[in-house]
């Protein structure tokens, strides 16, 4: 199976913007990038997902590498809110078999 | 629009019980996945159901079983409980696709073991 490795924790300041990275250098073709976050006390939570060019959505960015072996969750803007573990999680088309790691930390600094 | 709810929030068990968890899936979605979150650590895949079927599995033991009922809501089995079967528990309903659709998580049923 595929897997990630992400930084045990970050920090960031409020209102500012916050880069997350991911490393999945066995990554396969057909693999989808996925990312979710887990506030204190709640399940997980969608954030976005790709699979080869760069998505924006509401909540995030995700800017993927070309060769596909990293990834980045953007926030452009950081608020008290985004403290939470994001987990980057690699699954084939069907989305039958998400394999969280531990995930990054975030804590947000006001 | 209706989330995944998931009963009871907390449960208290011993040793060699079993026990019956629940969760129904957000309105419109026909599939439903189930994760076991310890202390501290990410969920791990249990396993999948879709059309009442299981649709994939984690690496659990056959004591932890499933079903999907005809609404799409589902129950999880744990039988023979262990001490390291505390943990939270985590229900996920979604759109079956050929693309992946967002998993909308429940926010769990904690399970503690004595």
């Known amino acids: 199976d595929a897997k990630t490795t992400q930084p045990n924790s970050m920090e960031s300041n409020e209102e500012e913007p916050v880069h997350l990275p991911c490393n999945h250098s066995?990554?396969?073709?057909?693999?989808?990038i996925h990312w979710y976050r887990q506030l204190p006390s709640q399940g997980p939570e969608y954030v976005i997902h790709?699979?080869?060019s760069n998505v924006n959505n509401r909540m995030a960015s995700l800017a993927i590498a070309e060769d596909r072996k990293s990834s980045t969750l953007i926030l452009h803007r950081a608020t008290l809110r985004d403290a939470a573990v994001y987990y980057c999680?690699?699954?084939?088309?069907?989305?039958?078999?998400?394999?969280f790691g531990a995930g990054t930390r975030l804590t947000v600094k006001p | 629009e209706t989330g995944v709810t998931q009963s009871p929030t907390h449960l208290i068990k011993t040793r060699g019980q079993q026990v019956t968890l629940r969760c129904s899936s957000q309105?419109?979605?026909?599939?439903v996945s189930w994760y076991q979150q310890a202390l501290g650590q990410g969920p791990q895949f249990i396993f999948q159901?879709?059309?009442?079927?299981?649709?994939g599995r984690g690496n659990f033991p056959p004591r932890f079983s499933g079903l999907q009922f005809p609404n799409y809501s589902s129950e999880l089995n744990v039988n023979a409980l262990e001490l390291d079967d505390s943990a939270l528990y985590l229900c996920?309903?979604?759109?079956?696709?050929?693309?992946?659709?967002?998993?909308?998580f429940g926010d769990g049923t904690r399970l503690s073991i004595l």
């Open positions: 996920a309903s979604s759109l079956w696709g050929y693309e992946p659709e967002p998993q909308h």
């Open positions: 066995t990554i396969s073709g057909t693999d989808y």
């Open positions: 790709g699979l080869t």
């Open positions: 999680i690699l699954t084939m088309n069907n989305n039958n078999d998400m394999r």
């Open positions: 309105s419109g979605h026909n599939t």
């Open positions: 159901y879709y059309r009442e079927e299981e649709n």
